[in-house]
């Protein structure tokens, strides 16, 4: 079983920055691809970016150059630093798990707040 915890939410100004944490469990982590997805009041969820296995990363166009995934297979930690953020970026931020080709497991989610 892959458990993943979110931290690193919280309020900022619009054009802060915060970076978020996933620490995720299991003893294979290094094979696992991980996406960042968030969701908004009244909106669907919608993946934000992904790091894959080998590192390879994709973004959702409406964050590109602004926020960037990466990982640390040392610490099973997948981070997403969020720079020049935005008030339409408010969301409950989700790290989700996709491992054993077919297994995926979510977080509980984590509170970001874009406001002046």
């Known amino acids: 079983q892959v458990h993943l915890v979110e931290s690193g939410g919280g309020l900022v100004q619009p054009g802060g920055s915060l970076r978020l944490s996933c620490a995720v469990s299991?003893?294979?982590?290094?094979?696992?691809?991980i996406a960042w997805y968030r969701q908004a009041p009244g909106k669907q969820r919608e993946l934000v970016a992904r790091?894959?296995?080998?590192?390879?990363?994709n973004y959702a166009d409406s964050v590109k150059g602004r926020l960037a995934i990466s990982r640390d297979n040392a610490n099973n930690t997948v981070y997403l630093q969020m720079n020049r953020l935005k008030p339409e970026d408010t969301a409950v931020y989700y790290c989700?798990?996709?491992?054993?080709?077919?297994?995926?497991?979510w977080g509980q989610g984590t509170q970001v707040t874009v406001s002046s």
């Open positions: 299991g003893s294979s982590f290094s094979t696992y691809n």
């Open positions: 989700y798990a996709e491992y054993y080709s077919t297994k995926g497991a």
């Open positions: 790091i894959f296995s080998m590192g390879t990363t």
